[in-house]
């Protein structure tokens, strides 16, 4: 079983503050990860994708990425309310077409 | 626009009898897959397909089965469903490595 896991929070930060959510994966060999974000009541939407170490940004959200310590982050930036919702990481272990999701990480931003 | 469709939305139905669940995606995706979502226990890989007539199982696919004619839909089958395959299901289209859900199908099994 290939385990992604996340801390499932909740997460509270204020308005205009960074949030960082991690994530940890079990399988050495993964090549991709991306982060998808979740409304109550609605499917998951992608945010982020990244596939090799270090820093990804893309407006507010920078997704960084270690292989080697097995980790794989989000940041938002400036976090706004309409941040809240829940954020899932994806795994897919470069072997084939299963992708692996943690049980995600729920983000309540305060006005 | 580019789409993921899911129908029903919402079912209640009685174990042992046979449904459907339809996908389909405008986007002439070759890679579709079909997940559950229950508390808990996040998204969960139940098939999916590389292109038509090519499936493959995921991490549960126990209870269900699948099929690809078109390269637009991807319908989800339980012949025989029982309570414990009450969930939230989504089905996915896929582009290079990234997903594209449809809207979920929130089924009961009584």
């Known amino acids: 079983q290939k385990e992604v896991e996340q801390n499932s929070g909740p997460l509270s930060v204020p308005e205009g503050a960074i949030a960082s959510l991690n994530c940890t994966y079990s399988?050495?060999?993964?090549?991709?990860f991306f982060w998808y974000r979740q409304y109550s009541g609605k499917s998951p939407e992608l945010i982020m994708s990244?596939?090799?170490?270090g820093d990804k940004e893309d407006g507010r959200f920078t997704a960084q990425l270690n292989k080697a310590s097995q980790y794989v982050s989000l940041l938002i930036r400036d976090s706004q309310p309409s941040d809240s919702a829940t954020y899932l990481c994806a795994v897919n272990p470069g072997t084939g077409n299963q992708f692996y999701f943690g049980t995600g990480t729920s983000l309540t931003v305060i006005p | 626009e580019a789409q993921v469709t899911q129908n029903p939305r919402y079912l209640i139905t009685v174990t042992g009898k046979k449904l459907t669940v339809t996908c389909s995606q405008n986007?002439?995706?070759?890679?579709m897959s079909w997940y559950r979502q229950d508390p808990g226990l996040g998204l969960r890989q139940i098939y999916y397909s590389m292109n038509v007539e090519v499936t493959d199982k995921g991490d549960v696919p126990e209870g269900y089965k699948v099929s690809r004619k078109e390269k637009r839909n991807f319908p989800l089958i339980l012949e025989s469903p029982s309570p414990n395959q009450t969930s939230l299901y989504f089905c996915?289209?896929?582009?290079?490595?990234?997903?594209?859900f449809g809207p979920g199908t929130r089924l009961t099994v009584t």
């Open positions: 990244i596939y090799s170490n």
């Open positions: 996915a289209s896929r582009y290079d490595y990234e997903q594209y």
């Open positions: 986007m002439n995706h070759e890679y």
């Open positions: 399988d050495r060999g993964s090549q991709s």
